[in-house]
């Protein structure tokens, strides 16, 4: 092998390797970390919700007629429009409820078992009409969804029949079963429990995404809000016969729609710029290091002709001069990829304790440098096989 | 001699367009990473009331539950203080009658009903903000007509009324309305300012909810709370209920109002929290207020800082893109250092002929900006479009566009990218011992 000759011609072009080994470290040092930036907004993207998230519309009626002024109008306006809007060709399911899926909050209180140790958990809570099950497509997994009869219109009520999330039964009774048991808030009102659904993933400021309960009810303060699960596609068709219906049992309004897909857009437009930033440097810093390592060893190449002449006409062979270059390429790839992977955990220190990051996967470093060696391995293959070619006579020639 | 270096300079350019093309790309490709991500991050990141934010701070008490603290987020940025981010009403409205304050203005947003002339619009509900009168100058809001309302509208709960451009537009076809009347809620209003367009990259008056959001396009007295009966309609907090009425509403613990105050000396800021650390002792003997004192007066800044509205993300992408603008340059100098020494018999001809080797070095280096210089240009084009389009990804109307500073920022750091790759080429030409390339 001809380690000894690559090595001491190496250490008379110290700056090209230098240029190199630079350049594959920092390259492989923001690779590892923009692989690692992007599979940890991937994962937070698929993260599950449960519900039918792509079918789901957010039907708002914002009334501006005084009549909607008295509470008792606005009661039966909502229970006018769950009438109108159950049954709408195209649709599956509808809710009334102040519940929207992923715009990154809601609301939230705290609540204790009754008969429990008196420990408070902090927990969101929404007001839905019994269709909120089969709007979202989670499932009662015990006990029984709520009924229209469970809902008390009563002004000054306080208690409340209620369904919670699984995780929010496993936090609160550890194992036993919720269906039946009973929550106590701050205000002493009783919520009672009657059954228990799966599965509940709403991203909140807190940490308390899975646990949820609707507590059986009418939400009709500040415009009263929808939530309608149609047939795959049919979005766009069923939002002209929506607005008809609800501005026929009431026009002293008016109404505005948003796809729940729209807030989960909106919801990981962070995630997407930085997924898609992240690749397009991951892209483009292969292509120019790439181009680099292309015209580096070119340039070295043409330098080196009478050298390769003279070997050539010294008995040396074609694959011999091709196995020299990929060699020399290998030993200063290697050398810069041992640099890259001591800069890429240097960077993604900084990154994790300046800025924001997750820990370095060894495995994205792995992937990196075999990336890195194929690119290395391609990106040398074209001069080399040009230094292969040259011809012994060279060595004949005068200076 | 400026004139003939970048003659000979462009003349070598164009002998090889090929390479010429891909030096720029490189430069360009590099500076617009750069540019972009850090102009994404600046525009986060920089001060929204230069010289003025130093003086404007948010107010935050601990009114919460004896038996639990305010709790703190686990995705989004740590509280260093965990309390209620909003003060209820009656605190709120308490501490404006304070005159250690400049100027201060509570504030909160409601929807509320509008009712324009029937032939120009139907009624629609809008975002309206509850100010005082003081909100105007102190967020440098701009106006087109008139002008906020005055210290006897606040007291008086008067039913005047500021619009945005955008209304003054769709309900009065862009005239000068100040004077004309405008019903919102159960109420009629008399306009008395329209806004110039007024798009803040961030909503610096309220950065607890979406501080990317556009401004509310109405304004009316925060005083009018009480007798219209308006209820907020963002973010609000409460751990203890309350009886049935609105002046119960209005008395509870629940948090819904921000409380900004202008302090403009050292001694303004200690008096002020003076003040509300008495106001809440106060409080407290009365059996409010049952936990430790807990009282924040936080500068705007320091406000953007805690409510994370510069994404740390932000900063990792910024510094990924400058690492990649470092690799383009290291990838010049491989380029031009194979460019300036297939030039070497020229070189010594040029250095036998009596140019010394500070001409020869001037004469690459300048090659090496003219060259930096334009991938710099052709990088901040290229950025801009980028720029267009990451602003629509962040809300539909945020504009994010290269500010002057940007602009010098990305001249600056191309031709720092442009000597840094061509300082090795150009000192090793000018280094070459023209005798041994002048043999034959």
Not at chain 2, 84 to 110: C, K, M, N, V, W
Request: with cysteine; glycine share 8%; hydrophobic share 45%.
């Amino acid at each position: 092998m001809e380690f000894g000759p690559i090595v001491r011609a190496l250490s008379r072009n110290r700056m090209r390797v230098l240029l190199i080994v630079l350049q594959i470290g920092i390259t492989l040092a923001v690779i590892a970390n923009a692989v690692t930036m992007i599979t940890a907004n991937r994962a937070k993207m698929q993260k599950e919700s449960g519900f039918d998230d792509d079918n789901l519309l957010w039907v708002y009626s914002k009334p501006f007629a005084e009549q909607f002024n008295e509470r008792s109008f606005r009661v039966t306006t909502t229970q006018a429009d769950l009438r109108a809007l159950t049954g709408i060709p195209g649709t599956k399911a509808v809710a009334n409820t102040n519940f929207i899926p992923w715009q990154g909050g809601g609301s939230s209180g705290e609540v204790k078992a009754a008969g429990g140790d008196g420990t408070m958990y902090r927990t969101q809570e929404y007001v839905a009409s019994p269709g909120i099950m089969d709007t979202l497509n989670v499932h009662i997994v015990a006990g029984r969804n709520v009924r229209d009869n469970d809902i008390d219109l009563d002004p000054n009520a306080k208690n409340s029949t209620v369904i919670i999330s699984r995780a929010l039964e496993q936090l609160v009774f550890k194992g036993k079963s919720a269906v039946g048991q009973q929550f106590i808030e701050p205000d002493g009102s009783v919520d009672t429990i009657v059954g228990v659904f799966d599965k509940f993933y709403n991203p909140y400021g807190w940490p308390i995404h899975e646990y949820t309960y609707f507590a059986a009810g009418l939400v009709a303060r500040g415009g009263a809000r929808y939530l309608v699960r149609v047939e795959p596609g049919k979005m766009k068709d069923v939002i002209p016969e929506i607005e008809r219906r609800l501005l026929k049992v009431n026009d002293g309004r008016n109404v505005d729609f948003k796809p729940i897909d729209e807030f989960k857009t909106q919801y990981f437009s962070q995630s997407r710029i930085i997924i898609g930033a992240m690749t397009g440097v991951i892209i483009l810093l292969v292509i120019v290091t790439g181009l680099g390592i292309v015209g580096v060893t070119s340039f070295s190449v043409t330098e080196r002709r009478k050298q390769i002449g003279t070997r050539r006409a010294l008995g040396a062979t074609k694959p011999a001069i091709l196995r020299y270059f990929l060699l020399e390429n290998w030993i200063v790839t290697n050398t810069g990829l041992l640099l890259g992977i001591a800069l890429a955990y240097a960077l993604n220190f900084l990154l994790v304790t300046k800025a924001s990051g997750d820990k370095l996967d060894w495995r994205f470093v792995a992937a990196g440098v075999v990336l890195l060696w194929l690119q290395g391995l391609f990106a040398t293959l074209a001069p080399a096989t040009r230094a292969a070619a040259v011809s012994p006579v060279i060595a004949t020639r005068a200076v | 001699m400026l004139a003939y270096n970048a003659r000979i300079a462009t003349k070598s350019l164009k002998r090889n367009p090929l390479l010429t093309a891909i030096v720029i790309a490189g430069i360009a490709l590099g500076i617009c990473a750069s540019t972009t991500f850090t102009t994404v991050r600046h525009m986060f990141a920089r001060d929204p009331l230069p010289g003025k934010s130093g003086k404007l701070f948010y107010v935050r008490m601990d009114n919460w539950d004896p038996a639990n603290a305010y709790p703190t987020s686990d995705t989004g940025p740590k509280n260093p203080h965990p309390l209620p981010p909003t003060l209820s009403f009656r605190d709120g409205t308490e501490l404006l009658r304070s005159h250690i304050p400049a100027r201060q203005t509570a504030s909160y947003f409601a929807n509320l009903a509008v009712y324009p002339e029937r032939r120009i619009s139907r009624p629609y509900q809008t975002p309206v903000r509850l100010v005082t009168s003081d909100f105007f100058p102190m967020f440098d809001v701009p106006f087109e007509f008139g002008h906020g309302w005055d210290k006897r509208a606040d007291a008086n709960a008067e039913q005047v009324l500021v619009i945005d451009h955008a209304t003054n537009e769709k309900l009065f076809g862009g005239a000068n309305s100040v004077g004309k009347r405008l019903r919102v809620d159960s109420r009629d209003f008399t306009i008395v300012g329209v806004l110039a367009p007024w798009r803040p990259f961030i909503k610096m008056f309220d950065l607890m909810q979406n501080f990317v959001g556009d401004p509310e396009p109405l304004y009316i007295p925060f005083s009018l709370t009480r007798p219209m009966q308006i209820r907020n309609s963002g973010n609000s907090d409460g751990w203890k209920s309350f009886g049935p009425t609105f002046d119960d509403f209005l008395a509870s613990e629940t948090d819904w109002v921000q409380l900004w105050v202008e302090l403009r000396t050292p001694a303004d800021v200690a008096a002020y929290r003076q003040f509300i650390d008495n106001y809440v002792r106060a409080e407290k003997s009365k059996g409010r207020f049952p936990r430790p004192l807990n009282n924040q007066i936080t500068s705007l800044l320091d406000m953007m800082q805690e409510q994370g509205v510069v994404n740390p993300a932000l900063t990792s992408m910024a510094a990924m893109s400058i690492l990649f603008l470092v690799i383009c340059a290291l990838n010049l100098t491989g380029l031009l250092l194979g460019k300036f020494l297939a030039r070497a018999p020229e070189v010594s001809v040029r250095r036998a002929l009596g140019a010394t080797r500070g001409d020869i070095f001037v004469q690459h280096l300048a090659e090496c900006e003219i060259v930096g210089v334009a991938g710099g240009v052709l990088g901040m084009l290229l950025s801009l479009g980028v720029l267009r389009f990451i602003g629509k990804l962040i809300t539909a109307t945020s504009v994010i566009s290269l500010d002057l500073e940007m602009i010098v920022a990305a001249l600056f750091l191309s031709l720092v990218a442009g000597a840094i790759a061509g300082l090795y080429p150009a000192w090793r030409i000018c280094t070459l011992q023209p005798a041994v390339q002048l043999k034959v």
